[in-house]
């Protein structure tokens, strides 16, 4: 006796009965004494170099062995922008029989077959909690709001690969020479084929910025209902399947199934609204005692579906759709989705990959035949959405990326192809094959997609992207950007400044920047305002600040219109949605708060979330018109003070100074306001513009400046206006004249990011020492610590390229005015 529990491995092969239509099979199991659970320690002679035989311990080594081969994986084909599906898929292939399984001793060491109990229990759990989550992002009202059209467009997508795969289920059943039952295949063949993932899809729209468009609404809308489809597809095969081919047992599961689906939403809804709603009235927060009910919950539901043969997953994914969006989804998404999708996840995958192997592919024409009709499945869902695209008439690559949009693969296919292989629905090689084409799929959409849709984002055409205008009178489009509440107030100081009124109209699109967390679904944002509150909480009420501060604004100005919206995307790609709104709004200005803001010190500290500077950066990289960046240090309105501010114009020359010119023009607009113009000039800039030649870059520069501060001079009649020139001779003479310009007590300083041909000279060396390069050398030497300004800073950057009112357009009148430089400008300083 005590020799037989010395030994690790197993010694008895005792007999494990299971019931299974009436009959008894008997599966032999491995017994293995229980001082071999966990490791009596490194230091125990024959542990350290056999610690896999203990189970525990090499449960623990199979996980961070999935975790690592997953990481490296995702890591490796990050370049090529595959979703993170591909990369855990070809992990699980990895490890499976058709990669390192094939390294000998591997599989016998690593996942012994004790090892695929526990392996498999752990990872189905996972699994059930996943498809709980999926379905707390599933907002069903939603569908409703989405009108009819939503509903032709999932049938355009679901019904023609449905009847090819049910037409042609017959004929591929034969030649694959499955030994399962024919019904239950074909229906899960046929649901395979027009199914959606719509957990990958929701993520996709987001990234795609497509959340507000009407492509991405429908698109949302419609992958609901084609997975509500799918999952009463799989449901109806898994009970035609355990009833071995007894009619009687699969109507009582159908009936069941249906029966439990509505006592969840009988009552476990109402339930679930009214802790939610208790939340969101501020009465009571979610408790850890509800969310550990809900958390449980998921459990039962999942034991009922596999007790009545619906399968554990369905119960799971039901009871999930039963809650409704509020603070308890919120709340239970966040507490959830980590643990489940960094670790127990990937355990589903690797199992999923141990039981796929490619040796398994032994007719070759059955497998090409299925390759062909998975093709045209999905080739049938891109011409089903062009066609109803077209009969709604809307742009034909709208329906193209519909079509691929609803191709979109992911966990649930490979859940429902492993659901099809357990219960005895799909072969070895069906479900083989089935895998490959579902990541084949999943690679080939992301360059499609990016191919087709993002390009039709970036072919907007507008002529006004520029401050300085021909005509005056026009309304000014300004977009201004939110990062934090404590960027409103010199925002609606500097919006103020710029002279709203009926002759000068502005319209402001202020939107609001909220970090897209890893958990929020683009469904609930798009739909769903109560969920945006829920999942944010206190941005969600700043939000509603920001709102409330801008439209009080507007009420006590005329000639100003407000519109408010809250853009919420990961901080990578948030300085898309700017640039995006910018071009849909035909902007002509985005003012953006500066990422530090004034501590108690006088000093700046940064306040927002540090990768603010990086969507900042983005911002003034890509805009389509100028953009000027804001760094506060308590600029007040005209109308909150006593006395008017005091804005001075440092104008070195060329574009972005030109720009900076324009804005102080229009302030100047405002009896309120007292402008300062600073002019830097070098030594060697006496030589008279008329004598000199035209073509010259730097002469046709410095022709440009003039016409801009005669216009300037011109339009500056109603503010106090002051202009003084400097002949500075080298950079520390410039940083000087700034210096005192600053110690005058200046309350905002308007500077171009770039100085021009001839300024630059004047500038040069001061990036050596840059700390904000996005700046420009000027902006960066006043927002600097070392400097100790105590002025408000605006620096304006021109649009890169075309846009606005040409400068060709003033160099091409200069050769007429040659012979008459008191024409050319009426503002002359010499």
């Known amino acids: ?228 489809f799918a999952w009463i597809g799989l449901a109806l095969a898994v009970a035609i399947s355990e009833s071995g081919g007894d009619t009687i047992s699969a109507i009582f599961t159908l009936i069941s199934g249906i029966l439990f689906y509505a006592g969840c939403f009988a009552f476990i809804r109402p339930m679930m609204r009214k802790i939610s709603n208790r939340s969101l009235s501020g009465n009571e927060p979610v408790g850890e005692s509800e969310e550990t009910a809900v958390l449980v919950g998921v459990l039962v539901s999942a034991f009922i579906g596999d007790l009545i043969g619906i399968h554990a997953v369905f119960g799971a994914f039901t009871y999930g759709l039963a809650i409704p969006q509020g603070p308890l989804s919120a709340s239970l998404l966040d507490k959830v989705n980590d643990l489940v999708k960094g670790i127990l996840l990937p355990l589903y995958f690797v199992g999923s990959g141990l039981v796929m192997d490619v040796g398994s592919l032994r007719d070759v024409d059955s497998a090409i035949y299925l390759v062909a009709l998975v093709f045209v499945a999905a080739l049938l869902k891109v011409l089903g959405g062009v066609l109803i695209a077209a009969a709604y008439d809307m742009q034909v690559h709208d329906g193209v990326s519909y079509g ?10 490979l859940v429902m192809l492993n659901v099809g292989t357990t219960r005895k629905i799909l072969g070895p090689q069906s479900y083989t094959i089935l895998v490959i084409m579902s990541v084949v799929l999943a690679t080939l959409a992301t360059p499609l997609l990016n191919s087709v849709v993002k390009p039709t984002r970036h072919l907007v055409y507008y002529k006004r992207r520029t401050i300085r205008w021909h005509d005056p009178g026009s309304e000014l489009r300004v977009i201004s950007c939110v990062h934090n509440p404590r960027d409103v107030p010199s925002l609606i100081a500097l919006i103020d400044c710029t002279f709203p009124s009926k002759h000068t109209p502005v319209s402001v699109s202020a939107v609001q920047l909220i970090e897209l967390t890893g958990h929020t679904p683009a469904i609930l944002l ?198 003084r020139e400097h002949v500075v001779r080298n950079t520390e003479e410039t940083v000087e004249i700034i210096r005192s310009v600053e110690l005058e007590g200046r309350d905002l300083l308007i500077v171009g990011k770039e100085q021009g041909l001839v300024g630059s000279r004047l500038t040069a060396g001061m990036t050596d020492w840059s700390e904000f390069p996005e700046l420009g050398p000027v902006g960066d030497l006043l927002a600097s610590a070392d400097f100790g300004a105590t002025s408000s800073v605006l620096i304006v950057q021109a649009p890169q390229s075309g846009g606005g009112l040409a400068d060709s357009t003033i160099v091409g009148i200069m050769s007429d005015r040659r012979e008459d430089p008191g024409r050319f400008s009426s503002f002359d300083p010499r």
Not at 32 to 37: A, H, T, V
Not at 179 to 190: E, G, M
């Open 526 to 723: 798009l739909n769903n305002p109560v969920s945006i509150k829920a999942k944010y909480g206190s941005q969600f009420q700043s939000q509603s600040a920001v709102s409330h501060a801008f439209e009080s604004y507007a009420q006590l100005t005329g000639g100003l219109l407000i519109r408010t919206s809250t853009a919420i995307s990961p901080f990578m790609t948030m300085h898309d949605d700017i640039i995006t709104e910018a071009e849909n709004r035909h902007a002509a200005l985005v003012l953006l708060p500066f990422h530090m803001h004034l501590a108690i010190d006088g000093s700046l500290e940064t306040a927002s979330h540090p990768a603010v500077r990086n969507v900042n950066k983005k911002i003034l990289e890509l805009s389509p018109c100028t953009v000027a960046l804001v760094i506060d240090r308590g600029f007040s309105g005209i109308s909150t003070r006593g006395t008017p501010p005091n804005v001075t114009v440092l104008f070195f020359g060329g574009a972005d100074d030109r720009e900076s010119l324009a804005l102080a023009g229009r302030m100047s607009n405002h009896v309120g306001i007292e402008i300062s113009v600073v002019r830097f000039l070098p030594r060697n800039s006496n030589t008279s513009i008329s004598s000199l030649n035209l073509e010259d870059a730097e002469v046709r520069d410095r022709y440009i400046d003039e016409q801009c501060l005669g216009e300037f001079a011109e339009c500056s009649t109603l503010a106090v206006f002051e202009y």
């Open 1 to 228: 006796m005590a020799e037989q529990m010395a030994r690790p491995a197993s010694v008895v092969l005792p007999t494990l009965i299971i019931p299974r239509m009436n009959s008894t099979k008997n599966y032999p199991i491995s017994c293995y004494s229980p001082n071999m659970i966990t490791t009596p320690g490194i230091f125990r002679a024959g542990v350290i170099d056999k610690p896999y035989l203990y189970a525990f311990t090499l449960f623990l080594m199979q996980i961070l062995l999935v975790i690592a081969i997953t990481r490296v994986v995702g890591f490796l084909l990050q370049p090529l922008k595959l979703p993170r599906y591909t990369s855990e898929i070809i992990s699980g292939f990895l490890l499976g029989p058709s990669g390192l399984g094939k390294v000998p001793d591997f599989s016998k060491t690593m996942f012994p077959l004790r090892s695929f109990f526990p392996l498999h229990s752990f990872s189905h759990l996972g699994l059930i909690y996943y498809i709980f989550t999926m379905a707390l992002d599933i907002d069903l009202p939603s569908i409703r709001r989405s009108g009819l059209r939503c509903f032709w467009f999932a049938c355009a997508c679901t019904i023609p690969p449905f009847v090819i795969a049910a037409v042609s289920g017959v004929t591929l059943h034969k030649m694959l020479g499955e030994q399962t039952n024919r019904t239950a295949f074909i229906i899960f063949i046929s649901v395979s084929f027009s199914m959606t993932a719509f957990s990958v899809l929701a993520r996709t729209v987001t990234e795609l910025k497509l959340v507000n468009t009407e492509i991405g609404r429908l698109t949302l809308s419609a992958a609901i209902l084609v997975d509500s």
């Open 404 to 413: 691929l949009l609803m191709n979109t693969k992911g966990v649930i296919e």
